[in-house]
């Protein structure tokens, strides 16, 4: 994502900074612990498509349950 766009967008929660996930790709709020997807190089900045990083990743739930 190009710098100077990054530079202008905020947490449509708190208003505050963005980092960006360049493996998740996706763009992280970390005073809301959420996580904004980037979907065909757009921003969905919509609190119900966010991901808590709170939240158990799925892939570690499959090797708790062995």
């Not at 809301?32 to 979907?39: E, G, Q, V, W, Y």
């Amino acid at each position: 994502m190009d710098t100077r766009l990054m530079d202008l967008l905020v947490c449509p929660l708190c208003k505050g900074p963005l980092g960006h996930d360049h493996a998740t790709h996706e763009l992280v709020c970390a005073a809301d612990r959420l996580a904004f997807p980037i979907r065909d190089g757009i921003a969905v900045m919509l609190e119900s498509e966010a991901r808590s990083l709170d939240a158990t990743p799925p892939s570690a739930d499959a090797t708790n349950a062995s």
